[in-house]
């Protein structure tokens, strides 16, 4: 059974998502924000899938451990997927969450409410050192709203309505994100495979 696993991530919104998650679990969860100087990985790939792959397999080869990646973003019909792969740089290079939203916000203005579809995707890549990877996904639907609400969460939670709770996915608590999110959702599909991946069988 694994105690401890990096996951390869800088971002501090889903670090703190999979710390809750795998504490439940009673995995300790390692970032490479506890790692300052590991490698920046370029996200070349053009689908999640690819640029998780990416991630955990230079960070895995860089510790020599199993890493766990995620790469994920935000999927809108209308905008034909977009931002999709480049939901992190949306309005450049400096990942501004809030000028992300703005972007998304202006592209959207004047569009009803059926057709402001979207979803939330994530890919978790599992590798191995000089071994395989595993890719599972997941997804979370919901509607773009027209103005930001709430506070919790990250990136574009507070634009993202979730109709089965009436409330913007940062208006919900960790908890209750952690129960219904995309990356929730991929790490249980993760879960169900991880005794054969840890242990090479
Ligand atoms: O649950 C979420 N709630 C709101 N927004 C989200 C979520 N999940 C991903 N997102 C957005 C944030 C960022 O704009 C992009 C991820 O980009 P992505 O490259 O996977 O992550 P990142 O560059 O922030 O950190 P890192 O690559 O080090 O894991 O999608
Ligand atoms: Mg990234």
């Not at 990416?54 to 766990?68: C, G, H, M, P, R």
Request: one cysteine or more; charged letters at 30%; proline letters at 4%.
């Amino acid at each position: 059974m694994m105690r401890e696993v990096i996951i390869a991530t800088k971002n501090k919104g889903k670090a703190s998502e999979f710390q809750a998650l795998l504490a439940k679990k009673g995995i300790a969860v390692k970032t490479l924000l506890d790692f300052p100087n590991s490698p920046d990985v370029e996200e070349t790939g053009s689908t999640f899938a690819e640029n998780a792959r990416l991630k955990a397999e230079t960070i895995a080869d860089y510790f020599q451990t199993i890493v766990i990646a995620d790469d994920s973003g935000l999927s809108i019909d209308a905008l034909g997927g977009k931002p999709g792969v480049y939901s992190a740089r949306y309005a450049g290079e400096e990942k501004d969450d809030e000028a992300n939203i703005a972007k998304v916000l202006e592209e959207m203005r004047g569009i009803p409410f059926e057709q402001r579809t979207a979803r939330f995707h994530c890919a978790l890549a599992i590798s191995v050192p000089n071994g395989s990877t595993t890719i599972v996904e997941g997804t979370c639907e919901g509607y773009i709203t027209e103005v930001p609400k709430g506070e919790n969460g990250f990136g574009y939670d507070p634009i993202f309505y979730v109709p089965q709770k009436e409330k913007t996915m940062a208006e919900l608590t960790k908890e209750e994100k952690n129960k219904i999110s995309h990356r929730a959702v991929a790490l249980v599909k993760l879960e169900k495979q991880w005794e054969q991946i840890v242990n090479g069988e």
